[in-house]
């Protein structure tokens, strides 16, 4: 009977249930701990860094392919100079092959970047070649000469301080930190120009793991982290001595994205997490109690100094998520590692800018501003220069004298006369089209943009 009568009621009113949603809601939000998941909010600056990284991976994808190709001819020439030149057709195969590009994209590519690329036909073999100018080969020696001065000691100094963030053991596997290589800017023989020419520092096992060895030349500051300097430099220059000093003991430089929304009992949560006390990264805690949740919760801001610690030893301060999971075990990082970071957005920024959304990028974002480094380096410095070189506009270019001299390789860059008229159609329009950006470019502006000399070593 009851049942009977309950279903003769009449629904609730939309304005009812969404009351009651709304009341839901309101109770959700004032709880004073941190939500376990929360939605990304996009931050464009950090979002226009990786659109020109999508360009210098592409371009590192396709010189690996060009040495590739040229390395049976390249022993007495010098791998790595802008005189290196290989068919386009091998280039072309090749950026099908093993970078699965479209038949047209290594060849639109190389065109649109005509500042890092140099195209022509070849005067023995009579084929369209390509090859690296020289104002992209000098920015690749740039960056290799600041990698190999940093070797003497910084780079020592955060190898062995990624082995101190792997309690109780210190060591890693070598082949994840070959992996981590360039973001620590360690150079690709790394093994035998750091690992194995220290062996006072380093151990390397025979199962593939590389050790930390004590050594009495270590800093007395080797085991501190770096969000720790950045805490007594901030409270030495902005804060008065005798206030706040429980506030700033454990605290971490915290700046939400814009279109952040930050409640008032969020604050709360934050400020109160911002004061838990936690172990240091370097700190051996295999043997602590985790049965209580405050220790989980002092265990969870250690994973995050932990995270931390690991991008300020980069170079760029930043990686990949999945560089990043390589060491989730020894940083003591939750499973789902994406969640976790997007928890803390004040303190990271997740970007998915890049190969169509599965490329995933952890920021250090107190280390950025306004899309700049704060503190640059050499080696960041060094990769600026191709950086720049990338996105200088082709339009910016006088590419008539490269246009001419590939007479038919049209055919050959588009992998035959359709795709040929396709890409000649997009860079020379109709039949005004090009000189009209020469004449724009070059003689109207009175500016050189010194293209041409760059063809000629």
């Known amino acids: 009977m009851l049942r009977r009568i309950a279903a003769l009621r009449p629904p609730p009113s939309p304005r009812a249930a969404a009351s009651v949603e709304a009341g839901a809601a309101t109770y959700s939000s004032k709880s004073t701990s941190i939500p376990q998941k929360q939605q990304r909010v996009r931050d464009h600056a950090f979002d226009g860094i990786m659109e020109v990284q999508k360009r210098v991976r592409r371009f590192h994808a396709l010189h690996s392919l060009l040495l590739y190709a040229a390395a049976p001819t390249a022993g007495s020439r010098g791998g790595g100079s802008g005189a290196v030149s290989v068919p386009f057709t091998r280039l072309g195969a090749l950026a099908r092959r093993q970078l699965r590009l479209a038949p047209l994209d290594a060849g639109r590519f190389l065109l649109r970047h005509a500042h890092a690329f140099h195209l022509f036909l070849h005067p023995v073999h009579r084929m369209l070649h390509a090859r690296l100018t020289p104002r992209a080969a000098a920015a690749l020696r740039a960056e290799a000469e600041a990698v190999a001065a940093a070797l003497r000691s910084a780079s020592v100094i955060r190898l062995r301080k990624l082995l101190l963030l792997a309690p109780p053991r210190r060591r890693l596997r070598l082949e994840h930190i070959h992996l981590l290589r360039r973001d620590l800017g360690l150079p690709d023989d790394f093994a035998e120009s750091v690992i194995q020419s220290n062996p006072s520092h380093f151990r390397l096992t025979p199962d593939g793991f590389v050790e930390f060895l004590p050594a009495p030349t270590d800093p007395p500051d080797l085991t501190v982290a770096a969000v720790e300097r950045a805490r007594e430099r901030h409270y030495r220059e902005h804060r008065a001595p005798g206030s706040g000093e429980e506030d700033a003991r454990f605290a971490f430089p915290i700046r939400f994205p814009p279109g952040f929304k930050i409640g008032k009992y969020f604050r709360i949560a934050v400020w109160k997490w911002q004061r838990l006390p ?180």
């Open 278 to 457: 936690y172990a240091s990264p370097y700190a051996d805690v295999s043997g602590h109690d985790l049965r209580s949740l405050e220790a989980q919760r002092r265990m969870e801001k250690r994973a995050v100094a932990a995270v931390h610690e690991l991008l300020s030893l980069t170079v760029e301060k930043r990686t990949t998520l999945e560089r990043l999971a390589l060491f989730r075990e020894a940083l003591g990082v939750p499973k789902k590692i994406k969640e976790f970071l997007l928890k803390y957005q004040g303190i990271f920024y997740i970007s998915t800018r890049g190969n169509q959304g599965k490329l995933h990028t952890v920021f250090l974002r107190e280390a950025y501003y306004k899309g700049e480094l704060v503190e640059p380096n050499e080696i960041h410095e060094a990769r600026r220069k191709l950086e720049e070189l990338l996105m200088i506009s082709p339009q910016k270019a006088n590419l008539d004298r490269m246009f001419t001299s590939m007479g038919r390789g049209w055919d050959e860059l588009g992998g035959g006369r359709r795709g040929g008229a396709e890409l000649r159609d997009e860079f020379l329009g109709n039949g005004g089209g090009q000189k009209k950006h020469a004449d724009t470019d070059g003689a109207d502006s009175g500016e050189d943009s010194s293209v041409e000399s760059l063809y000629i070593d």
